[in-house]
């Protein structure tokens, strides 16, 4: 039987977006205020999810819950799948020694934590966000940064500050190839528009990202580095965007990026040297916090790994990553072992109305179990070589692998009911229900519309996951308000990256490689702010697009 999504079911809409975003506000609160426990205030706001789905939304019970299962497997495939292979690789190469000498070597290049943030928070994690995307640049420098000396508190939160300006060309463009994919709308078209939005934040990110560390003065004290980076970053991202595409756009700007930037401490540092890797002006305490396992590591053993033995295990990361996240590689490996699953009583059986839709059709609920050619097995792959290559028996390998799944088994189960509830929410209405309140501010479109790409990425956790989510809809307001199509397709994307730094997902992962577990509800707290108000400065930008300088949408051909 084939349900109907209903986006007004109390006739008010004004109550009906009240009762859609319930399980959003149960969950946050949760996290924010009650300091519940992730993947319980996970599991609490996935129950009430299906309580509103079902007896407010009208959708049938069993269909909820096969809507929430299916978000659980895709939690845990692909996006578990990376959190949990990247804490391996990272287990490994602290326990050898090979990451003490890591650190030693940022260290070199400038003993400065400002620049050394900088270096590892936005330029290598930049290359893991083209690369890999999906969790893999929280999980990679939020390690690298506990590694260096900061505090839980400041890895966790910096990484997903950092995280941003690259999101909308993540994974080698998947979210623009999937924004065009829904729209209709020109691939290069919405590869060169979303090229002249972010630039501007490429620039402004490292900047924030440095007075969110030391403050307004410590920021300036390093203003020609941060110009570096961020510059060094935007142009690239803007030449490749609009004159190549998307695939690439993020992997060359980071490489620039940060090859400019080392290649700029070898003649300037600053004449003050930070080596506080606590947050300025607030009390942390997040170190307190830790209760890991001691891990002793001879330093006879350290002397002997040279720098580049120690950079060896993220160089072969770095290889198996972006061949995994290649198209010709995933489609050839597909063809050895891919399975897919229509799910039973729910592909299929949802139809999406208008207005959300152009026109009713059918929601697709197939879960595809391509394993071979997910990005975490790219990740378990190159950790398996590099252990070998470090001198790790298959053995030892089987038995820290069974030790990085104890330790990250809590943050798993949160992953899974995360996107639990996002799939819920996608498949009842719910996230439509929210999406179709912002399509009707009139002349305020673009500032909310571009919140509403925000909203999407913070309730699935991915921009491609929101480009899918609300693409449609962007184009069908934007053409019966008499805007760019193009611009607000595009703003879905560029207001997306800054709800990046809290979706559940993203908090998790950084709680995750930080070691700091239970502590989610913290991290959202700090980075909260910055989201908003960066995702606000979006929406100023597109907004000047749209009734200022509406040359800047034209498309170049």
């Not at 995994?324 to 299929?348: E, H, R, V």
């Not at 190159?382 to 820290?400: C, D, H, P, Q």
């Not at 108000?533 to 979006?538: K, S």
Request: aromatic share 12%.
């Amino acid at each position: 039987m084939i349900w109907q999504q209903i986006y007004d079911p109390l006739n008010s809409f004004g109550f009906s977006t009240l009762a859609a975003g319930i399980p959003v506000a149960v969950l946050l609160t949760a996290l924010a205020f009650f300091h519940m426990k992730a993947h319980l205030a996970a599991g609490l706001a996935l129950v009430v999810g299906i309580v509103i789905a079902a007896f407010v939304f009208g959708m049938p019970v069993a269909m909820a819950g096969k809507a929430a299962g299916y978000g659980i497997a895709a939690g845990l495939f692909p996006i578990g799948w990376i959190v949990l292979n990247i804490i391996f690789l990272h287990r490994l190469t602290t326990l050898n020694g090979y990451f003490k000498v890591l650190q030693n070597s940022i260290g070199s290049i400038t003993e400065d934590r400002r620049l050394q943030l900088l270096l590892v928070a936005f330029c290598f994690g930049a290359f893991f966000e083209g690369a890999a995307g999906f969790g893999t640049p929280v999980a990679v420098t939020g390690a690298i940064l506990i590694g260096l000396g900061f505090s839980p508190l400041a890895a966790s939160g910096l990484a997903l500050i950092a995280n941003t300006a690259p999101v909308a060309y993540g994974a080698l463009g998947a979210p623009v190839i999937a924004l065009s994919a829904v729209t209709g709308i020109d691939l290069l078209d919405l590869s060169s528009m979303i090229g002249r939005q972010l630039p501007f934040f490429s620039v402004l990110v490292p900047f924030w990202l440095i007075w969110a560390f030391a403050g307004f003065r410590g920021m300036r004290e390093i203003w020609p580095a941060i110009l570096v980076a961020g510059v060094s970053f935007a142009v690239p991202q803007f030449i490749v965007s609009n004159y190549h595409g998307p695939w690439l756009v993020d992997v060359i700007a980071a490489i620039v990026s940060m090859s400019s930037l080392t290649l700029f401490l070898k003649v300037w540092q600053p004449k003050k040297i930070w080596t506080s890797t606590a947050l300025r002006n607030r009390h942390d305490n997040s170190k307190d916090d830790i209760k890991d396992e001691p891990i002793v590591v001879d330093n006879s053993v350290v002397a002997s790994i040279s720098v580049a033995k120690s950079w060896m295990p993220w160089v072969i990361l770095s290889v198996f990553v972006f061949i995994w996240g290649t198209p010709f590689f995933k489609k050839a490996i597909d063809t050895i072992w891919s399975w897919k699953y229509a799910i039973p009583g729910l592909d299929k059986m949802v139809m999406k109305m208008p207005p959300v839709a152009k026109e009713p059709f059918l929601e697709a609920a197939v879960f595809n179990f391509n394993v071979l050619s997910m990005a975490g097995t790219g990740i378990l792959v190159s950790s398996i070589v590099a252990g070998v290559m470090m001198g790790y028996s298959f053995k030892r390998l089987l038995k820290e692998y069974w030790h990085t799944i104890v330790l990250v088994r809590y943050s798993l189960l949160t992953i899974c009911a995360m996107f639990g509830i996002g799939y819920l929410t996608k498949y009842s209405g719910l996230d439509a229900t929210l999406g179709l309140a912002f399509a009707h501010t009139g002349v305020f479109y673009p500032m909310f519309g571009t919140l509403l790409g925000w909203l999407g990425v913070a309730l699935t956790g991915s921009d491609t996951a929101a480009n899918v989510l609300f693409g449609s809809l962007q184009k069908t307001t934007a053409e019966q308000l008499g805007l760019p199509p193009v611009l607000m397709a595009s703003a879905n994307s560029a207001g997306g990256v800054m709800g990046k730094m809290i979706d559940a997902q993203s908090i998790v992962v950084a709680s995750t490689a930080t070691k700091w577990y239970g502590h989610e509800g913290d991290i959202l707290r700090y980075v909260f702010f910055h989201s908003i108000a960066l995702a606000i400065l979006v929406g100023f930008l597109v907004t000047l697009q749209a009734y200022v300088i509406p040359f800047t949408h034209m498309v170049v051909k």
